[in-house]
């Protein structure tokens, strides 16, 4: 196995385990949880707004969903990825399986900065979604 391969699976048994410790901790000893796949984040700034690009290559804009929580300062991405039936892709065995799919849920705690959370714009492209969230007047 790759040096990279190793470190990626490492990040993903990372993931997984303080998904599972947050969830516990949520709500109680409960194991279960409909999360199933949290996807990457880039958060960065420019001079006008804030930026949340997340990977949801497969995701729907219909089974997409965009909360920002006033009260906890964050945005919250959630959705459902469906498995894509392609009828000259069918299977017979399976040697890899990589991909998620089903719902899936990520909160992203925003910075301590100005913003203007009633004018936020999403797009997607190229299997991501960007968000932009502008900074409020006072932060010029």
Same mark, same amino acid.
């Given at each position: 196995?790759?040096?990279?391969?190793?470190?990626?699976w490492f990040?993903?048994i990372?993931? %997984?385990?303080?998904r599972l410790? %947050?969830?516990?901790?949520?709500?109680?000893?409960?194991l279960?949880?409909?999360?199933?796949?949290?996807?990457?984040l880039?958060?960065?700034?420019? %001079?006008?707004?804030?930026?949340?690009k997340a990977e949801?290559?497969?995701?729907?804009a219909?089974d997409l969903?965009?909360?920002? *929580?006033?009260d906890? *300062?964050s945005?919250?991405i959630r959705?459902?990825?469906?498995e894509e039936?392609?009828?000259?892709?069918?299977?017979?065995?399976?040697y890899?399986?990589?991909?998620?799919?089903?719902e899936?849920?990520?909160?992203?705690?925003?910075p301590?900065?100005?913003l203007?959370?009633n004018?936020?714009?999403?797009q997607?492209r190229n299997?991501?979604?960007?968000i932009?969230i502008?900074?409020?007047?006072e932060?010029a």
């Amino acid at each position: 196995m790759a040096r990279r391969e190793v470190d990626e699976w490492f990040w993903q048994i990372g993931t %997984e385990l303080q998904r599972l410790s %947050e969830e516990m901790l949520r709500s109680g000893p409960t194991l279960v949880s409909r999360k199933f796949w949290e996807p990457r984040l880039d958060v960065f700034e420019d %001079e006008t707004c804030l930026v949340v690009k997340a990977e949801i290559a497969g995701v729907r804009a219909e089974d997409l969903q965009l909360v920002y *929580n006033a009260d906890r *300062n964050s945005l919250i991405i959630r959705g459902i990825r469906k498995e894509e039936d392609f009828p000259s892709a069918r299977r017979t065995g399976c040697y890899q399986l990589e991909i998620f799919y089903g719902e899936f849920e990520r909160e992203v705690t925003l910075p301590d900065l100005p913003l203007d959370p009633n004018d936020i714009k999403a797009q997607f492209r190229n299997g991501f979604l960007l968000i932009r969230i502008p900074k409020s007047e006072e932060s010029a």
